[in-house]
């Protein structure tokens, strides 16, 4: 289970990261419901596996175009796009990516905090019908 802090009577949630002891086996990736999870050194979109288009403003006030290529996070292992993670939220009951991990290396991500409310809204947002 993913470490939860309560901070002002909220309950926040850790985001989820894969740390450098990946051994690029790609059990998670298919797992994810959010297509947040890449190979390493691979161009991401926030179009992937979303429904969203165009120019978009995401929850963190970050402008974007969801169908440009973004970046590598990672060149040596699988990476997740934060920014797309939801932690499984509105899918299943915990994050998938985690759960069948042969090397435990889907861990929280104490740098990117959101409430189980805020990952929901963003899962929403994400999936909104066309």
Not at 35 to 45: K, L, Q, V
Not at 109 to 120: C, G, M, Y
Request: net charge negative.
């Amino acid at each position: 289970m993913l470490l939860l802090q309560q901070i002002y009577g909220r309950t926040l949630i850790m985001a989820i990261i894969i740390t450098e002891d990946c051994i690029n086996c790609g059990a998670c990736e298919p797992e994810c419901p959010n297509t947040a999870i890449y190979e390493g050194a691979e161009d991401w979109r926030y179009k992937d596996g979303t429904n969203l288009k165009g120019d978009i403003i995401l929850s963190n006030g970050k402008d974007v175009n969801a169908e440009e290529f973004q970046m590598p996070i990672s060149d040596e292992f699988y990476f997740i796009a934060s920014d797309k993670c939801t932690e499984c939220k509105g899918f299943h009951e915990e994050p998938q990516c985690a759960a069948v991990c042969p090397v435990d290396c889907c861990i929280p991500d104490e740098n990117n905090v959101e409430t189980e409310q805020e990952l929901l809204k963003k899962q929403g947002f994400m999936h909104k019908p066309d």
